[in-house]
C-alpha cells in the first residue's frame, strides 16, 4: 500500500462535525437527508428509472435513446440508439431561454486582460470554428490533440470539436514535446490546436515551439495541421502548408454550424493519465452519459443558482477542468469562470483579488493549493472582501483535517458549506461529496457516494469489510460517466480496473476506510501512483524516463510526504560510473532532473536525486519500494548511500513480507 502514514493517523482522530449551515439549507436544491437518501436508494434499485427520468427530462435529444442501460459492468453502454450532440446540450438550447445573453465563460488572463463571453457569444465562436474544422477535413471520429494555455479559444476548440464529433485529446501545458509525440501517435491525431504561448508567472510557456519539437523530423506521422492562437504575440515559427494562425481561419469563417447528431456512445475526448506502468493510459469517455453524469453532479454538489458566479480553478489540461470549467457547468447555463496563470501572481492575493472583482460564489481548488495559501499567509486573503463566497469545494488529493480548518475558517467565514469531492479521471465526475445543503461534513473525509455511486470497501480478497477496517475502494455499479476503454488497450482496460475481483468491481486503486456514520475516508493510491501537488504521476513513467538517459544504470522512484506538494519526488538512482561527489554530483543530479522534466514535462521535476550503488531488492529481484518510501520520507535513518546498501541485506530477510 503507498505509504500515507501522517494523512491516515489524523483522520483516525478526527471527530468534529460541521451541520451544513440552516441558512444554506433553506435555499438549497436537495435541502434534507431524507431527499437524498430517497434519490440514493431509488438510483441503487432502479438505476435505469432513476436515469433515465433524468436523462429525458434534463438533456436535449436529437432522437430518443432506446434503451437507457445494456450490458454488465464493464461493458454498460448508456441511452443507445439515442442521439445527441454536447455541445448542443452545453450552448443551443441555452439560447432559446433568457440565458441566451448571460455570462457562459468570463475569463481572466494573467496579465489582468478579462473577457466575457455570452452564451450566444459563446456559440457563435464555436459555431465559426466548427466550420473551420470541416474546412480542415476534420470529421465525427477524428482525433485532435489540444495543447492550450487557459484562454477562451480553448473551450470553444473542445465545444467546437464535440459539434462536429470529433474526439478531442487535451494535453495539460506541463507536458513536454515527448510527451505530446507520445500521446498524438497513440490516439493517431490529425491536427493540433496550440497557440504561440502562455502567461506563467509574468514569463511565455512556448507552446508553439513545444508543438513543433513534438511534430519535428516526422515524429508525430498522422498530425496534417496545426492551429496557432495568437495569445502572447511572441515569436513563432510557421511551417507553410501545416501551421495556420486561429484568426486567419475564423475570419472567414461563416457561423452557421449545425451539430452533428451523433451516437450517445460516440467518443467524446481521450484524457491521457498515469497508470501503474510507465505507458500513459488513454481514458475514453463518450457523450450522453458523461455529459449528463456531469451536469447532475455539479448541480447537485454545487447547488447551481442562476445568479452564480462559479471558479473552479483548475487547469481544463486536467478532468478536474473538462468536467467542472466546462461540460457540467454549461450543460446548468452557469457562468463559468476561467483564470489563465498562477495563483502567486503579480502577488499571492491574485486568487482572492479574483474572488473579489468576479464576486465568486462558489470556488473550488486543491488541496495542494490551500497548503501553499496557509503558507503565505492570513494577510493575503484578509486583504480582500471575500464575502461573495457561498460554497467552497476541493478536490484532486486528501485534505489534512487542519487544512480544511484554515479553508472553513479563513476562506470561508465558517458560513460556507465545504465539499470535499473524491473522483479520478477515470470516473468522469464526481463520486463521494457532501451535498452542501444536506451533509454535515468531517474535515478530512469525502463523507458519502452520490445518487448512482455504489462503493464498498473490500480486503485484497474482495471481501466487504466493516465499518473502520481500511481497504480497498471498489464500486459495485455502473454509472453513467464512467470511463468506456482506454483508447485502442481494451485488454488493458479491464486488465487495470475489472480483473482484481473477477470483473465484479471497478477498482479505483484508492485505500479508504467507512466509518460508523458510514462516511468514506480516502488515504490514497495503493498502486504505484503517486500524487504531487493533485497531479497523477506513475512512478514508473519517472523511472522510464530517468533510465533512458545514458548515465543511468538503473532507478526506482517513490513518492515521500511533502508539506505543499502533498507527495513529493524521489528518484533512487544506480549510476553507470562511479557516484560523482562534491560539484561532480550536484551537476550530475541537475542534468538528471533536465532529462525527466524533458522527457515528461515541469510537473514530473524530481524532489530528490540519490545516488546508490545497489537497490534494495527482494531474491525474485523485485525492487522493495515501501523500504525506499521509508528512506525517502525519512522514517529510517535517512539513507546515504552506504546504508542504503545495508538495506539490501534487510531486505532479503523481508521478502516474504513483500511478495
Ligand atoms: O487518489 C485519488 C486522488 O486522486 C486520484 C485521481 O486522480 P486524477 O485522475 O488525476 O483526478 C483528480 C481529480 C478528480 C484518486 O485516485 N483524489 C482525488 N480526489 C480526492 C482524492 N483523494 C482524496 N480525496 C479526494 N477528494
Known amino acids: 500500500m503507498s505509504d500515507n502514514s501522517n494523512a491516515i493517523e489524523s483522520v483516525l482522530t478526527e471527530t468534529r462535525k460541521f451541520p451544513p449551515p440552516a441558512e444554506f439549507t433553506k435555499h438549497a436544491m436537495i435541502s434534507s437527508e431524507q431527499q437524498y437518501e430517497e434519490m440514493w436508494n431509488r438510483a441503487k434499485d432502479d438505476p435505469a428509472g432513476f436515469w433515465g427520468d433524468i436523462a429525458q427530462n434534463e438533456l436535449d435529444w436529437f432522437q430518443m435513446y432506446d434503451s437507457v442501460m445494456e450490458g454488465d459492468m464493464p461493458e454498460t453502454k448508456w441511452f443507445t440508439g439515442g442521439k445527441i450532440n454536447a455541445s448542443y446540450n452545453c450552448l443551443d438550447r441555452h439560447l432559446l431561454t433568457w440565458r441566451k445573453n448571460k455570462a457562459a465563460i468570463i475569463w481572466e488572463g494573467e496579465p489582468?486582460?478579462?473577457?466575457?463571453?455570452?452564451?450566444?457569444?459563446?456559440?457563435?465562436?464555436?459555431?465559426?470554428?466548427?466550420?473551420?474544422?470541416?474546412?480542415?477535413?476534420?470529421e465525427a471520429g477524428d482525433r485532435v490533440t489540444l495543447y492550450m494555455p487557459m484562454v477562451p479559444e480553448l473551450a470553444i476548440a473542445m465545444l467546437a470539436c464535440a459539434r462536429v464529433g470529433a474526439t478531442h485529446s487535451i494535453i495539460f501545458g506541463g507536458f513536454s514535446a515527448d510527451?505530446?509525440?507520445?500521446?498524438?501517435?497513440?490516439?493517431?491525431?490529425?491536427?493540433?490546436?496550440?497557440?504561440?504561448?502562455?502567461?506563467r508567472?509574468?514569463?511565455?510557456?512556448?507552446?508553439?515551439?513545444?508543438?513543433?519539437?513534438?511534430?519535428?523530423?516526422?515524429?508525430?506521422?498522422?498530425v496534417e495541421k496545426v492551429v496557432v492562437v495568437r495569445r502572447t504575440g511572441g515569436d513563432v515559427s510557421m511551417e507553410d502548408g501545416r501551421d495556420l494562425w486561429w484568426h486567419d481561419l475564423m475570419e472567414d469563417a461563416v457561423a452557421d454550424r449545425e451539430c452533428t447528431h451523433l451516437d450517445s456512445e460516440h467518443p467524446l475526448f481521450i484524457l491521457y493519465t498515469s497508470g501503474s506502468t510507465g505507458k500513459p493510459k488513454g481514458v475514453l469517455h463518450t457523450t450522453a452519459g458523461y455529459l449528463l453524469g456531469t451536469m447532475m453532479t455539479s448541480r447537485?454538489?454545487?447547488?447551481?443558482?442562476?445568479?452564480?458566479?462559479?471558479?473552479?480553478?483548475?487547469?481544463?489540461?486536467?478532468?478536474?477542468?473538462?468536467?467542472?470549467?466546462?461540460?457540467?457547468?454549461?450543460?446548468?447555463?452557469?457562468?463559468?469562470?476561467?483564470?489563465e496563470g498562477a495563483p502567486n501572481w503579480p502577488d499571492e492575493g491574485r486568487f482572492w483579488d479574483i474572488v473579489e472583482k468576479h464576486k465568486v460564489n462558489t470556488f473550488y481548488t486543491a488541496p495542494t493549493a490551500i497548503r501553499a495559501f496557509i503558507k503565505w499567509g492570513d494577510n493575503w486573503p484578509q486583504q480582500h472582501d471575500l464575502s461573495s463566497l457561498r460554497l467552497l469545494g476541493t478536490v484532486g488529493e486528501p485534505i489534512n483535517p487542519e487544512a480544511w480548518m484554515w479553508y472553513h475558517k479563513t476562506i470561508g467565514a465558517e458560513k460556507c458549506p465545504i465539499v470535499d469531492t473524491w473522483w479520478q479521471t477515470e470516473t468522469g465526475g464526481i463520486m463521494l461529496s457532501p451535498l452542501p445543503g444536506v451533509t454535515a461534513t468531517?474535515?478530512?473525509s469525502c463523507t458519502k457516494p452520490l445518487p448512482g455511486v455504489v462503493p464498498a470497501i473490500v480486503s485484497e480478497q474482495g471481501e466487504p469489510l466493516e465499518a473502520n477496517q481500511g481497504?480497498?475502494?471498489?464500486?459495485?455499479?455502473p454509472w453513467p460517466h464512467m470511463l468506456r476503454t482506454l483508447y485502442g488497450d481494451h485488454d488493458r482496460f479491464i486488465e487495470t480496473y475489472f480483473s482484481k475481483f473477477d470483473g465484479k468491481y471497478y477498482f479505483a486503486g484508492d485505500g479508504a476506510r467507512r466509518d460508523e456514520d458510514g462516511y468514506y475516508w480516502v488515504m490514497g493510491r495503493v498502486d504505484d501512483v503517486i500524487n504531487v501537488s493533485g497531479h497523477r504521476l506513475s512512478t514508473m513513467e519517472v523511472e522510464s524516463a530517468l533510465v533512458s538517459h545514458e548515465s543511468v544504470a538503473e532507478a526506482a522512484v517513490v513518492g515521500f510526504p511533502h508539506d505543499l506538494k502533498g507527495e513529493g519526488i524521489c528518484c533512487f538512482v544506480i549510476p553507470k560510473g562511479e557516484i560523482a561527489t562534491g560539484d561532480a554530483l550536484e551537476a550530475a543530479q541537475k542534468e538528471l532532473i533536465a532529462h525527466v522534466r524533458q522527457q515528461i514535462g515541469a510537473l514530473a521535476t524530481p524532489?530528490?536525486?540519490?545516488?546508490?550503488?545497489?537497490?534494495?531488492?527482494t531474491r525474485s529481484g523485485k525492487i522493495m519500494r515501501r523500504l525506499l518510501r521509508d528512506i525517502a520520507a525519512g522514517r529510517e535513518s535517512a539513507g546515504d548511500t552506504t546504508t542504503l546498501e545495508d538495506y539490501s541485506v534487510l531486505a532479503s530477510l523481508r521478502e516474504s513480507d513483500e511478495g
Open 442 to 444: 468531517k474535515p478530512g
Open 300 to 339: 447537485w454538489v454545487f447547488d447551481f443558482k442562476d445568479e452564480d458566479t462559479y471558479w473552479c480553478t483548475a487547469d481544463i489540461g486536467w478532468i478536474t477542468g473538462h468536467s467542472y470549467i466546462v461540460y457540467g457547468p454549461l450543460a446548468n447555463g452557469v457562468t463559468t469562470m476561467m483564470y
Open 179 to 199: 510527451a505530446i509525440r507520445d500521446r498524438n501517435n497513440d490516439a493517431q491525431s490529425k491536427l493540433v490546436i496550440t497557440a504561440d504561448g502562455g502567461w
Open 201 to 222: 508567472r509574468g514569463k511565455e510557456i512556448p507552446l508553439k515551439a513545444t508543438v513543433d519539437d513534438a511534430l519535428a523530423d516526422g515524429k508525430s506521422p498522422s
Open 471 to 477: 481497504g480497498l475502494l471498489v464500486m459495485t455499479q
Open 112 to 138: 489582468g486582460d478579462t473577457r466575457t463571453l455570452t452564451y450566444q457569444q459563446l456559440h457563435h465562436e464555436v459555431c465559426k470554428f466548427a466550420s473551420v474544422l470541416d474546412k480542415l477535413g476534420i
Open 607 to 617: 524532489d530528490q536525486i540519490r545516488f546508490t550503488a545497489a537497490l534494495p531488492k
